[in-house]
């Protein structure tokens, strides 16, 4: 059994900068795609970013790009989420994602991820 852990949420100003983790557990024996997501209160969960195995590809979503930066350490099992400038609208729980069926191709729909964080709250204020 795959389990991640997120942590690293919590309260920030607008322009400030927040950095999260997601560590992963278990029973691993594939290479994976991980990705991040958010929820913001009455909205769907929509893609942040996303990671090939080797790092060498990331792919983020239209409201996060240019301000947040996705990167691992496979050795460490762990994937980061650097959010710099943030912005009131980046008030949501935080979710971490992996996609075992796939090493290097970044999807950005929630059905391709398997496995889930239970998620950290990101509060922005002014």
């Known amino acids: 059994q795959v389990q991640l852990v997120e942590s690293g949420g919590g309260l920030a100003q607008a322009g400030g900068s927040l950095r999260l983790s997601c560590t992963a557990s278990g029973r691993i024996f594939n290479r994976y795609v991980m990705g991040w997501f958010r929820q913001a209160p009455g909205k769907e969960r929509e893609f942040v970013a996303g990671?090939?195995?080797?790092?060498?590809?990331?792919a983020y979503g239209e409201p996060v790009k240019g301000r947040f930066t996705i990167s691992r350490d496979n050795a460490k099992s762990t994937v980061y989420l650097q959010m710099n400038s943030l912005k009131l609208e980046d008030t949501a729980v935080y979710y971490c994602?992996?996609?075992?069926?796939?090493?290097?191709?970044?999807?950005?729909?929630?059905?391709?991820?398997?496995?889930w964080g239970q998620g950290t709250q990101v509060t922005v204020s002014s």
């Open positions: 990671i090939t195995w080797s790092g060498g590809r990331t």
């Open positions: 994602a992996a996609d075992f069926r796939s090493d290097e191709m970044i999807g950005t729909a929630r059905y391709l991820y398997g496995v």
